[in-house]
């Protein structure tokens, strides 16, 4: 997923997919019909394209990690790291309390 802001809202992509699926035929190819789309839609050709790929794989027609999964995966990772940390915290004051048990201890 690109790191730069969406300037596309979720309603604009959908009805430019559709647009590029319903009038393919109309066309020689598809890239032809994004090609004649994208102008319209104020966005690259690559960049509908895209679209129009994520959408197949959403939809079963095409072989992919979906948006859903895709999401889920990252949620995934981010809790993972976070559990990492938490665990690494915990790790670094459970040895700081043992060795000041330790040093109450040879004081006393």
Not at 46 to 53: A, G, P
Not at 68 to 75: H, I, R
Not at 84 to 91: K, V
């Amino acid at each position: 997923m690109s790191k730069t802001t969406n300037k596309f809202s979720p309603e604009v992509r959908e009805r430019a997919v559709r647009m590029v699926l319903d009038h393919e035929g109309e066309h020689v190819s598809r890239w032809a019909a994004i090609l004649s789309i994208a102008p319209k839609i104020g966005c690259a050709a690559q960049t509908l394209n895209e679209w129009v790929k994520k959408a197949e794989v959403d939809s079963g027609k095409r072989a992919g990690i979906t948006t859903e999964m895709a999401e889920k995966m990252k949620a995934l990772e981010r809790e993972n790291r976070e559990l990492r940390q938490a665990n690494e915290i915990l790790r670094k004051a459970s040895a700081y309390f043992a060795m000041a048990e330790l040093d109450r201890r040879s004081k006393s």
